[in-house]
């Protein structure tokens, strides 16, 4: 069934076309084009993955809305088979767009301050289920829950063989020693620079989130790991003086980033260089013959 099938099914009969975006990777995404109204954003699963998946995104923007203060597009309709929602535009390709996203950036993970990791039910990242079971222990939640959790999928399995996964159970036994003791907030969880847009005018704005209260150098991981344009480099800079990072946060990115390429290891045949990333982090934990 076609996005515009399922609008119009969802009562959404105004609506006159769908023209198909590119950006996404798990999700069929367009603009529609409604009679007498503005253009929606609309985005569907070919083979939806849960009942929950889209309930989950909206409840996950809301959250970034009202707990973090972070402009995010207006839900129109969450249902089984569509998410709905206004229209954000391109981001602005300028350094001062960028300083400002370090400020937002800062302000929601300074605000949100938790004192356990996790969120109160599990939600979504693609279409593989995020675990978010509460834990006091955030080395012990980020190793189970984001590192260790994608070791028996398929894909995972085939593309890392026993050394590499032995060397990931050694990097997790080390995290203490490896990254700082670091509070939990509230993180956008999926921060790749395709999820950055604007508002109307122009302001930072965040789509696709997959929360939890985590790490917030999980959102910086991500951004500075997915080819950020070169007018980004000015917003490394102000969050790492707004949150006060130490010298050492770029050798921690690797690290924390893994995650990610798990993730998307796990989920799409072409994995674009995640498995080999992952096999250059854990080199040094390989055992020695």
């Not at 063989?161 to 032995?166: C, I, K, Q, V």
């Not at 924390?256 to 390429?261: G, S, V």
Request: hydrophobic share 45%.
């Amino acid at each position: 069934m076609t996005l515009l099938e399922r609008l119009h099914r969802a009562g959404m009969r105004e609506v006159v076309t769908v023209q198909p975006v590119t950006g996404g990777l798990a999700a069929l995404a367009g603009i529609a084009t409604r009679r007498d109204a503005p253009p929606v954003f609309v985005k569907g699963f070919a083979d939806p993955p849960a009942d929950d998946v889209f309930a989950a995104e909206a409840e996950g923007l809301a959250a970034l809305r009202e707990l973090g203060g972070v402009a995010t597009p207006e839900v129109i309709l969450a249902d089984r088979d569509l998410l709905v929602l206004s229209v954000l535009r391109a981001r602005p390709r300028s350094e001062a767009f960028w300083e400002r996203f370090a400020h937002l950036l800062a302000g929601l993970h300074l605000s949100t301050t938790h004192p356990r990791f996790g969120w109160h039910h599990d939600n979504w990242l693609g279409r593989r289920r995020q675990i978010n079971t509460w834990n006091d222990d955030g080395f012990a939640f980020f190793a189970e829950h984001r590192l260790l959790r994608w070791l028996d999928q398929p894909r995972v399995e085939a593309a890392l063989g026993a050394a590499d996964r032995a060397a990931l159970e050694r990097l997790c036994d080390r995290l203490p020693d490896l990254l700082p003791d670091r509070p939990a907030c509230l993180t956008h969880g999926d921060l790749w620079a395709q999820n950055i847009l604007a508002t109307t005018d122009g302001e930072p704005a965040l789509i696709d989130p997959a929360v939890s209260y985590m790490w917030a150098e999980v959102d910086l991981a991500h951004v500075w790991s997915t080819s950020p344009p070169p007018e980004a480099r000015r917003m490394f800079e102000v969050y790492a003086e707004l949150t006060s990072l130490d010298d050492d946060w770029e050798a921690r990115m690797p690290v924390i980033q893994l995650r990610q390429h798990l993730a998307v290891l796990a989920q799409f045949d072409d994995d674009w260089g995640a498995a080999e990333q992952i096999r250059a982090v854990l080199a040094p934990f390989r055992a020695r013959p």
